[in-house]
């Protein structure tokens, strides 16, 4: 049997940039708005929805706060879109990964703290377990609705995986 335990580290733009972006302003020059009353920051993350006609949408998931240890029991991936997680309020979550491929890699995966007042967005096909909150919260999350299987489940429940936070 396969026994893993993942902690966490910081996550940077260089050390996620394989499976997505990271939502921030930070290192973004903003453009002045509404007659300088607000700041316009573009460009923070490649939406990336259109595959078999796919279309980008705007929903609210209402998360329930983890508690750790965590056993990873499973891993997702969407292969026809992009999915953006962004905190509705200041808060630290988790996310825990594994590069695109037919299966996720068990020696490949990795785990990320995202901080307060940042986001992510998931490139397609990267495997992840689901949102790991780190207290009951809303989250805006952007990504695809259309045709075609957009979801891939891989059942790990036979492997001791654990998630230490």
């Known amino acids: 049997m396969i026994e893993k335990i993942i902690i966490p580290k910081k996550i940077t733009k260089q050390n996620f940039s394989s499976y997505g972006d990271i939502i921030s302003t930070e290192g973004i020059t903003p453009i002045d708005i509404n007659a300088g009353y607000a700041k316009r920051y573009d460009n923070l993350a490649n939406i990336n929805t259109s595959k078999e006609n796919g279309e980008s949408i705007v929903s609210i998931f209402s998360a329930i706060k983890r508690t750790f240890p965590m056993k990873i029991d499973m891993m997702e991936k969407h ?25 996720p890699d068990l020696d490949k995966l990795e785990s990320f703290i995202i901080p307060k007042g940042i986001g992510i967005n998931y490139n397609p096909g990267i495997w992840h377990f689901p949102l790991i909150s780190t207290e009951d919260m809303n989250f805006l999350v952007v990504d695809r609705k259309g045709s075609g299987n957009n979801l891939i489940i891989e059942n790990l429940e036979d492997k001791k995986i654990i998630l230490k936070y």
């Open 79 to 103: 292969p026809l879109g992009s999915q953006a997680f962004i905190p509705m309020k200041e808060t630290i979550f988790l996310v825990f990964v594994a590069p695109s491929g037919d299966k």
